[in-house]
């Protein structure tokens, strides 16, 4: 069983910045993967950023220049700083890992329950 667990969502104004952060807990052996989507009212869930382990981040082309995303592996967290807010940024944010439980190169797909970012003045 594996849990992630989001924090740091909530109002800001235009302009302004907030720091997600996601923990994963449970039966890990392994993270592959870890990344951040998110969904607008009446809209499909979408990339925002996603990091492999020891790789690269790639990032949607709406938030580049504004959020970093960022892992602590030793933690098993990440974290997306996002910088410059937009009202268009408005959404729930999942957080998304790729978990291995064991060294046989099997990776399973988990979610976090989403947390709420309003950009509003």
């Known amino acids: 069983q594996v849990q992630l667990v989001e924090s740091g969502g909530g109002l800001v104004q235009p302009g302004g910045s907030l720091r997600l952060s996601c923990a994963a807990s449970g039966s890990i052996f392994s993270i592959n993967t870890m990344g951040w989507y998110r969904q607008a009212p009446g809209k499909e869930r979408e990339l925002v950023a996603r990091m492999p382990s020891g790789g690269i981040p790639n990032y949607a082309d709406s938030v580049k220049g504004r959020f970093t995303i960022s892992r602590d592996n030793a933690r098993n967290t990440v974290y997306l700083q996002m910088n410059s807010l937009k009202p268009e940024d408005t959404a729930v944010y999942y957080c998304?890992?790729?978990?291995?439980?064991?060294?046989?190169?099997?990776?399973?797909?988990?979610w976090g329950q989403g947390t709420q970012v309003t950009v509003s003045s």
């Open positions: 998304n890992a790729l978990i291995g439980h064991s060294g046989a190169g099997l990776w399973y797909n988990y």
